[in-house]
C-alpha cells in the first residue's frame, strides 16, 4: 500500500509541473558585461527565469560589447527597439534589455521573484504588476501586452 501511495504522490507532482506552461515562450535579452544591473540579471533573475519555466522558455543572450557578434547584436537590438511603442531614446544601449517575444519589454532588472512574476502574469494576460525602480516596461506595436 505505501509503494502506491508513493508512486501516486511522484506521479501528481510530477503531472502538476510538466502541466504549468504548454507553450514555449521566447525571451531575447542584451546586456552590457561590466554593468552591475545586467550582471545581477543574469546571476539572480536569470536562474529564477529558468525555474519557473524550465524548457518552456527559450533564451537569447546578446552581449552588446562583443565585437564577434557586434553586427548580428546591432541588427536584433535595432529590429527589436523598432517594435517597441514611444521608445525613449535615452535608454538606447542600455541593459538589461530583455524582450518577452510577442508580449512586452523590460529594461532594468529589480528583486527576481517579481521579475518573474512580471513574464508570468503577461502570458497569463494579466495586468503587470508595478515595475520596480530599476525596471521600464516597454509595450510592443503587436505585443500581447497593452498599456
Known amino acids: 500500500m505505501k509503494k502506491i501511495l508513493i508512486l501516486f504522490l511522484l506521479l501528481l507532482s510530477i503531472g502538476c509541473h510538466s502541466n504549468r506552461y504548454e507553450d514555449t515562450y521566447y525571451l531575447t535579452y542584451f546586456y552590457v558585461e561590466d554593468c552591475l544591473n545586467c550582471q545581477h540579471f543574469k546571476k539572480n533573475v536569470l536562474p529564477a527565469i529558468k525555474k519557473e519555466f524550465g524548457k518552456h522558455m527559450k533564451i537569447k543572450a546578446y552581449d552588446m560589447d562583443d565585437e564577434k557578434t557586434f553586427d548580428e547584436m546591432k ?26 517575444e510577442g508580449y512586452f519589454a523590460i529594461l532594468g532588472a529589480g528583486n527576481e521573484d517579481d521579475y518573474v512574476e512580471h513574464l508570468v502574469r503577461a502570458i497569463q494576460g494579466k495586468e503587470l504588476n508595478k515595475a520596480s525602480k530599476n525596471e521600464t516596461y516597454y509595450y510592443l506595436r503587436k505585443g500581447k501586452v497593452k498599456v
Not at 535595432?78 to 530583455?98: A, L, R, S, T
Request: net charge negative; no cysteine.
Open 75 to 100: 541588427a536584433s537590438y535595432q529590429e527589436h527597439i523598432d517594435q517597441i511603442i514611444d521608445f525613449n531614446e535615452d535608454d538606447y544601449g542600455y541593459g538589461p534589455m530583455v524582450f518577452l
